[in-house]
T-cell receptor, first 114, second 112 residues
């Protein structure tokens, strides 16, 4: 079974530029999560989707971050414009049974904002 | 709000030593508790979990017991191997399938 796919794996941009990350979850997993992991900290939820609907985006900085999952499968997370403090690893995870708390994580995208 | 606190690292051990990584939590209600592990160059993966008080999760020689009275979920292994070197994250999920809340992670380095 293929795991969660993410691209790109690494990205370097200048502040005020825009960037987009892509995630393809495990087939059949209706729930998709985006987390932000700043160096030395644990992952922090940005947004949770159930199919193509948003379940929780309370911690998403909506003035600069946006995410979509239009067909209920793959998802895109965008940052526009980027700030220095957005430098982090962006993790995508999916779950077939969110009530269990078991999530499957992709390898992440490491973003560096200069 | 809900939170997880785990011991600061790095933890450096010799092969076959005993491992304990402490984890305590704050939550309303009765969350499910997890340990996730991140091996070098790999993504986070579930190591073990427990869903109610006094449950013991176990996998690959690692164990953790859900202690409601002390709000703890400490990770233990009797004899670590070099291949156990990784970053370990304690996490909780409140009832209803909410997203995971993670601790800061503890880096374990095991030398032969």
């Amino acid at each position: 079974e293929a795991g969660v796919a993410q691209s790109p794996r690494y990205k370097i941009i200048e502040k005020r530029q825009s960037v987009a990350f892509w995630c393809n979850p495990i087939s059949g997993h209706a729930t998709l999560y985006w987390y932000q992991q700043i160096l030395g900290q644990g992952p922090k939820l940005l947004i949770q989707f159930q199919n193509n609907g948003v379940v929780d985006d309370s911690q998403l900085p909506k003035d600069r971050f946006s995410a979509e999952r239009l067909k209920g499968v793959d998802s895109t997370l965008k940052i526009q414009p980027a700030k220095l403090e957005d430098s982090a690893v962006y993790l995508c995870a999916s779950s077939q049974a969110p009530s269990t708390g078991e999530q499957y994580f992709g390898p992440g995208t490491r973003l560096t904002v200069t | 709000g809900d939170s997880v606190t785990q011991m600061e690292g790095p933890v450096t051990l010799s092969e076959e030593a005993f491992l304990t990584i402490n984890c305590t939590y704050t939550a309303t209600g009765y969350p499910s508790l997890f340990w996730y592990v991140q091996y070098p160059g790999e993504g986070l993966q579930l190591l073990l979990k427990a869903t109610k008080a006094d449950d013991k999760g176990s996998n690959k020689g690692f164990e953790a017991t859900y202690r409601k009275e002390t709000t703890s979920f400490h990770l233990e292994k009797g004899s670590v191997q070099v291949s156990d070197s990784a970053v370990y994250f304690c996490a909780l999920s409140a009832l209803g399938g909410t997203a995971l809340i993670f601790g800061k992670g503890t880096t374990l380095s095991v030398s032969s």
